[in-house]
């Protein structure tokens, strides 16, 4: 499950890849930025200061800067094609991240969002949220038998702080498309250092899941295992996984910067254990090329 940061104006905040994204195919995402994934423009905390293209005339930049910030561009993703999927799929991704006044944003997965309490150094509030995870029996003949899980919006509440080079964040994501998709928090520290026009970001998370998702994701009822032979299992609410953040930004220049972030994950107790589950290691990675107006 993967999760990495964005930036929220200059303050870094998650945003989750830990949902594998698809587009086309259906769409879906596996929640590492909980993810999440987030993902999402790939930015965070001191990019723009970094650059060695940053504008320093301050009597003049109060005048011309806008509360608006648009920044959009294309990028690739890297996923496993389901939740415990030893398979992988790639599939193109938008890279969004557009605000208003740092209050009002569409970042990512996060279609529209607000900061209902905000500051220089913090962040609360809420987002709908397309987590499009789904895991479809077509993707693999051991799925046969189980059923199709659906996509679809979910809410997301979320908080982060950022201290000197530290950011603390908190996400959970409720399902509200009625999919049994149950509730997912994530929780990550990352640690940034700018090196001249670069970013570096690198620091550990978890996520939880309730007993509706772990049952939907990684659970085999009596039906389930008769139809699939697969053997029954029950679940129940736990850590779905731990996982590492690891991200490198560079500006190019004033308007143009490029970003790689990846999530090394590890899924853990009852999802680990899923006869669902062929690969208990998740990787997730989001490389995209951003321009800022």
């Not at 504008?55 to 890297?78: F, H, L, Q, R």
């Not at 029954?232 to 500006?251: E, I, L, P, Q």
């Not at 254990?273 to 998740?282: H, L, M, V, Y």
Request: with cysteine.
């Amino acid at each position: 499950m993967t999760a990495h940061t964005t930036r929220r104006n200059d303050h870094p905040v998650r945003a989750t890849l830990h949902t594998p994204l698809r587009f086309g195919k259906p769409a879906h995402m596996s929640l590492l930025f909980a993810a999440a994934l987030g993902l999402c423009t790939a930015r965070a905390a001191y990019a723009d200061d970094a650059s060695p293209n940053a504008t320093t005339d301050a009597s003049t930049g109060a005048a011309t800067d806008s509360k608006w910030k648009i920044g959009v561009g294309p990028g690739v993703v890297i996923t496993p094609k389901y939740p415990g999927s030893r398979q992988l799929s790639v599939f193109p991704f938008p890279a969004l991240d557009i605000s208003y006044d740092d209050r009002i944003f569409s970042q990512g997965p996060d279609v529209l969002g607000v900061n209902v309490l905000r500051g220089p150094a913090y962040h609360v509030g809420a987002a709908l949220s397309f987590d499009f995870q789904t895991r479809k029996e077509s993707d693999d003949p051991r799925l046969h038998g189980l059923g199709n899980v659906d996509g679809g919006p979910k809410l997301k509440l979320f908080a982060d702080y950022t201290w000197w080079a530290f950011t603390g964040s908190v996400a959970l994501y409720q399902d509200i498309a009625g999919h049994h998709q149950g509730t997912t928090v994530s929780t990550d520290l990352v640690a940034s250092a700018p090196v001249g026009g670069w970013l570096f970001s690198v620091g550990p998370g978890f996520t939880w899941a309730n007993g509706t998702y772990t049952r939907t994701f990684f659970g085999v009822n009596g039906q389930q295992s008769a139809a699939s032979g697969l053997p029954t299992y029950s679940t129940s609410a736990g850590v779905r996984d731990v996982h590492m953040n690891a991200m490198v930004t560079y500006d190019f220049s004033k308007h143009w910067n490029g970003s790689v972030s990846a999530t090394f994950g590890r899924l853990e107790h009852d999802a680990a254990n899923s006869p669902i589950t062929e690969k208990r290691f998740e990787l997730n990675t989001l490389a995209s090329v951003n321009y800022k107006f």
